[in-house]
Structures are given as C-alpha cells and as structure tokens.
C-alpha cells in the first residue's frame, strides 16, 4: 500500500524558515518524480513544487522561486521541502504527492502557519 | 499559465439524481503526438487529502465506482457522476498536466439535499 507521510509543520514567524519531510513506503521511491501541493485554508489547491525522479530536474511555481528548495533522499525514501523567507500567504495544508502524470498518491498533508 | 474554469462553484442535489460539472482550459490539453488529453478529476471529501479519480480525461482510477464518468477533449471537459450517492458529498477539482506550472479549477463543491 503506497503511504505518503509528511511530518516538520507548525507555527512560524515571518521571514524565518522552516523545513517540511514526506516519508514514503510501499512503492520504489527512486523511481516516481514527487511534488508538493498546498491547500491554504478554506481555498483550493495550489502546485509548489516538482522533483523528478532522481532530483537531477526541479520546478517551482514563481511565487515560491528563490525562496522554496525542494529535495529528495532516495535512500530514505524521503521527500523534503526547505522554506526559507517565509510570508503569511504561505500558510497552508502542504502536500507530498506521487507524480505519475498526473499525482496519483496524497499525503493526509501538514498544516504550515506563517503569523507573528 | 493555463487557466483552469470550474463550473458550477456549488450544485446540491437528490441521493439517485445525475449531476455534471464542467471544466475549462485556456489552452488545448491534447498532445497530438499520443491523442491524450492531459486532465485529471479529483474529489476531496470534507477533512481529507485529495483523491485522484480520473486520469487522460477520461481513465477512471482502480477501485473508483462506475458512476464517475469522464469526458471531453481539448478545453472542454465534464465530470458526470451518473447516480450521485451520499458519500458523494465533496469537493471536485479538474487539474490540467499539460505544462508546468500545474493548474486546478477552482473546485465545484457538491451537496446532497
């Protein structure tokens, strides 16, 4: 049974960091791209990022670029997502996803808040 | 970006009635190289993660009931649940894999009456 399972979020300020893990079990990690998705509350949802299946391609939606750094332990089977120079409007639900054209598997997400 | 136009934003219907929800792209999302249409469905039951219920537009997922139907081509798409059920209750969101960056609707939000 694939399990997408994301663990790091929570309560952080403004402009400070903060980084989010996706452990991944019952498929072979090494060979599915992954990407992040985020649902801020009450609204719908957003791609953030994409990694492809042996992190030697990224991408990111503008609004995160230069800011967001996603990355990929194969050994671990683990997905991370760094922030960095956080705002409130990236407060949200992230979500690790599976990319098999198109995101076949969901994480239960991890709730991210951005507030002083 | 592509732009993805959900229709209706929120339909309430009968347990037993048929239901369609549209989805527009700004831009055609057949690849004409493989004659597929790069759109997915998902539904999001209140309090859960999203579930993938139709790929090529039209491919529904294992283990996802029959009433789900998939159609259309091109910029135009509609998800048809043919005999809505109670556990139907959730939000539908059309998603284009095209391009990147990967685009949703804004989501149509079903009721059961």
């Known amino acids: 049974e694939v399990q997408l399972v994301e663990s790091g979020g929570g309560l952080v300020q403004p402009g400070r960091s903060m980084k989010l893990s996706c452990a991944a079990s019952?498929?072979?990690?090494?060979?599915?791209?992954m990407a992040w998705v985020r649902q801020a509350p009450t609204k719908g949802l957003e791609w953030v990022a994409t990694?492809?299946?042996?992190?030697?391609?990224?991408y990111y939606r503008d609004s995160v670029k230069g800011r967001f750094t996603i990355s990929r332990d194969n050994a671990k089977s683990t997905l991370y997502l760094q922030m960095n120079s956080l705002r409130s409007e990236d407060t949200a639900t992230y979500y690790c996803?599976?990319?098999?054209?198109?995101?076949?598997?969901w994480g239960q997400g991890v709730m991210v808040t951005v507030s002083s | 970006d592509i732009v993805m136009t959900q229709t209706p934003s929120s339909q309430a219907v009968s347990a037993g009635e048929k239901v369609t929800m549209s989805c527009k792209s700004s831009?055609?999302?057949?690849?004409?190289?493989?004659?597929?249409?790069?759109l997915a469905w998902y539904q999001q039951k209140p309090g859960q993660s999203p579930k993938l219920l139709i790929s090529?537009?039209?491919t529904r997922e294992s283990g996802v009931p029959d009433r789900f139907i998939g159609s259309g081509s091109g910029t135009d798409f509609t998800l048809t649940i043919s005999s809505v059920q109670a556990e139907d209750l959730a939000v539908y969101y059309c998603?284009?894999?095209?391009?990147?960056?990967?685009?949703f609707g804004s989501g149509t939000k079903l009721e059961i009456k």
């Open positions: 998603e284009q894999y095209y391009d990147t960056p990967l685009t």
């Open positions: 990694i492809s299946y042996d992190g030697s391609s990224t």
């Open positions: 090529w537009a039209s």
């Open positions: 996803t599976r990319e098999q054209l198109p995101l076949d598997y």
């Open positions: 019952g498929f072979t990690f090494s060979n599915y791209g």
């Open positions: 831009q055609s999302l057949l690849y004409s190289e493989n004659k597929k249409n790069y």
